[in-house]
């Protein structure tokens, strides 16, 4: 019974250890990326094209970093060393991007401080895995990264609210001091990195394997070549296409509805509780996706892997839709737009949970002990690589065309990312063979 008792404990320890990581490891992350968009726009007054390349050469780190990290973590070094170091460096990084004004300058610390983060994201679930059961555990320490999310998002928005928002002047002079208020969140940012950086040292020992010398990136690509791997990866490229329009235009999206509250007492209080800026708002998406993530264990039980990705991808399609046409929806039923908009962020979590969150999940149970780490890697560069990098492109281009007489047509713009998802969710149906064995297919009863 002591026995019991003890192991009980050390793994209740490392859990708690895990999940205070992954609240630092998205806090840094979800302080400035929604924010990105509007402070480029406003504040350096970069072009949409321009923001696109911003977005696009951050995500080559993502590109690259898995034949370094994921080879160094699985073959040479500690994990938690590599997470330590790549911390304090890239708090370092980001921390700069605040006072950086010429477009040139921006893009080359992001491209660097890209090389440094985006490894971070696949080996802390890395590390995880490493510790704990994946099933039963690992859905309740990630969801800690949702948590982190949610708070810096919400300190970021009350940030704006009291610090940067002017008792006087017009609504475009109060506006822009929030935009450039927006440059605190790279500072806050980096002040996480150094934190989270020293902690990782702290973390429970994560060897390489031993007695491996071949290139594990190249061995992970190999088991990438089979069923379902290979369609899981072809389709999270056009959905990291989708999640980026999500990403790059929904906090100007949103921002605008809660700069125009006026008289309604709806918008002011949702301003009052998550702040304004629209970046607050979005954690509403983030704490949907914690329900979502507490349920995971027990949906992965009663539904096939297939299943819940076809729920994530379906998610994605309304989600779009209902940002496409919430005036209208909000004009027939006579409520604010924001009453419409709140379920539509709110699907984030089925968007999140449901495709990327049990696609790792997948990665990991379809390929083999000594090449997790950069089989994680690799499946991380196509969600925050290649995908962002063709998904920064594609929204930039969209979003030109969708601008009409200098106004954005957001039915034009999210019209696009809703079809795409529609698409995805036809070739997962067609496409995808998972595993079947006790889990059901998603033509078959759970």
Known sequence: ?????????????????????????????????????????????????????????????????????????????????????????????????ASIESLNAFLIFSFVYSLVYSPT???????????IDRDRDFGKVRLWGTVGWIAVGLAIGQWLLHSH??????QSEIAMAQFVGMADAFRLSGILGIVMGVYCFTLPATPPVQGKRKNATFEALGE???????????????????????????????????????????????NSVVGVGG??????????????????????????????????????ALRMLLFAVAPQIAASIGLSELAVLIPAIALHGLCFGCFIFVSFMIVDEETSNDVRASAQSLYNLVIIGIGIIVGSFVAGEVASWATVDGKMDYERLFGVPMYGALGCLVALALFYNGRVGKRATLNQPA
């Open 165 to 170: 928002t002017p008792t006087t002047g017009t």
């Open 1 to 97: 019974m002591s026995q019991n008792f003890t192991a009980s404990s050390v793994v209740a320890w490392v859990r708690t250890r895990l999940s205070v990581m992954m609240l630092l490891q998205y806090a840094i992350w979800g302080a400035w990326l929604p924010l990105l968009w509007p402070y480029l726009f406003n504040v350096r007054k970069f072009t949409p094209v321009e923001i696109g390349y911003a977005f696009a050469v951050g995500a080559l780190g993502a590109i690259i970093a898995p034949f370094l990290a994921g080879q160094i973590a699985d073959r040479y070094f500690n994990t938690e060393k590599v997470l330590g170091i790549s911390h304090i460096l890239g708090g370092i990084l980001v921390f700069q991007l």
């Open 279 to 316: 970046g607050g708002l979005m954690t509403i998406g983030q704490m949907s996706e914690i329900v979502v993530l507490a349920l995971i264990p027990v949906a992965a039980g009663l539904f096939s892997r297939k299943s819940l990705l076809a729920i994530g991808v379906a998610a994605y």
């Open 121 to 131: 994201l696949s080996l802390t679930n890395s590390i995880s895995f490493h510790h």
């Open 224 to 270: 990438v070549r089979t069923q379902p791997l290979l369609v899981l990866f072809l389709l999270a490229v056009p959905l990291s296409c989708i999640h980026q329009f999500y990403f790059m235009h929904a906090a100007s999206f949103l921002g605008a509805y809660q700069a125009n509250a006026g008289e309604d007492g709806f918008t002011k209080f949702v």
